[in-house]
């Protein structure tokens, strides 16, 4: 039912001595009173609701993104900013298979990471490891955001795995924020985006890569970064579920296939292939591919 309106009583008093009485005037709201009040209620209840749904596209596109996340963009830039560990720089390889998918594991030791755009010789005894990082489209355009040395060369956000490197420092993460594609961005710093395998132990519901081949990969154990090979033909599911069985905490995508030739160094410096040498160097989109390189740093 609807409220009568409260007409708006208005005393006045005359102030001549001679005037003994008082003279009460009554003054209804005008019909365009009531429009207006009406029209800013509109306006307030409108502002919230815009309010209300852009919080909430807001949480739903950087926070809601259907896997749970082990380490905040706040923390890994916690990491990065930890005095690097000392130790001898070397990569460690071991052989396992798991679930059916035989892999080989590089753990990495010693090294700073960064990217560049020339592959790098054989014949470089710095590089200790090296291999592919973000993907690229037949114009040259590189897909996700990507960082090289402090330069940046795509911002996008749709592929959620990422990998940021600074100084010594190297970590890998899920999340749809820049934050700390940012941070290394100011600091100088490199950083890439690829496809989730495995977050906070758990796989995604789905994958968008499909068919079967060498499979690669970066993971996480604790905080030993790991360059992960598959030793024959694999789907991504069996892979992802593979690297979850065997404990890795966070893992993101690397191009593979069989036209994907790397190498690693042991702690001896001694150099080994990954994939086929006679596949290198690599002579299409020379200067275009962005290689993921751990070099030993010189003291």
Not at 50 to 61: C, H
Not at 276 to 295: E, G, N
Request: with cysteine; glycine share 8%.
């Amino acid at each position: 039912m609807q409220k009568p309106e409260v007409p708006i009583i208005i005393i006045e008093r005359d102030e001549q001595p001679q005037a003994k009485e008082s003279v009460t005037k009554v003054i209804v709201p005008s019909q365009k009173q009531k429009w207006l009040k009406r029209f800013l209620a509109l306006i307030a209840v409108g502002c919230l609701m815009i309010a209300v749904l852009a919080g909430y596209y807001f949480w739903n596109y950087y926070y809601n993104i259907g896997i749970t996340v082990s380490v905040t963009p706040e923390q890994n830039i916690e990491k990065l900013q930890r005095p690097a560990t000392q130790g001898k720089p070397e990569v460690v390889m071991t052989s396992d298979s798991i679930l059916g998918v035989a892999m080989d594991f590089y753990a990495i030791h010693g090294l700073k990471a960064s990217i560049e755009f020339e592959e790098p010789d054989t014949a470089d005894t710095s590089v200790y490891l090296y291999c592919r990082s973000a993907d690229h489209k037949a114009d040259s355009t590189y897909i996700g955001s990507l960082v090289a040395d402090g330069k940046e060369y795509q911002s996008d956000t749709h592929r959620l795995g990422y990998m940021a490197m600074l100084g010594n420092n190297s970590v890998i993460g899920i999340s749809r924020s820049e934050k700390v594609k940012d941070f290394v961005l100011e600091q100088g710093g490199s950083f890439f985006r690829q496809f989730i395998l495995v977050s906070n132990g758990t796989i995604p519901s789905r994958f968008f890569l499909h068919g079967k081949v060498e499979r690669r990969a970066i993971g996480r154990i604790g905080d030993q970064l790991y360059f992960i090979a598959t030793r024959h033909k694999e789907t991504l599911w069996d892979f992802a579920d593979a690297l979850r069985e065997y404990g890795f905490i966070d893992a993101i995508y690397i191009t593979g296939g069989a036209d994907c030739y790397s190498y690693y160094r042991n702690r001896d410096g001694i150099r080994f292939d990954i994939g086929v040498p006679a596949l290198y160097p690599h002579k299409k989109w020379t200067s275009i591919i962005p290689w993921l390189v751990f070099r030993k740093t010189i003291r």
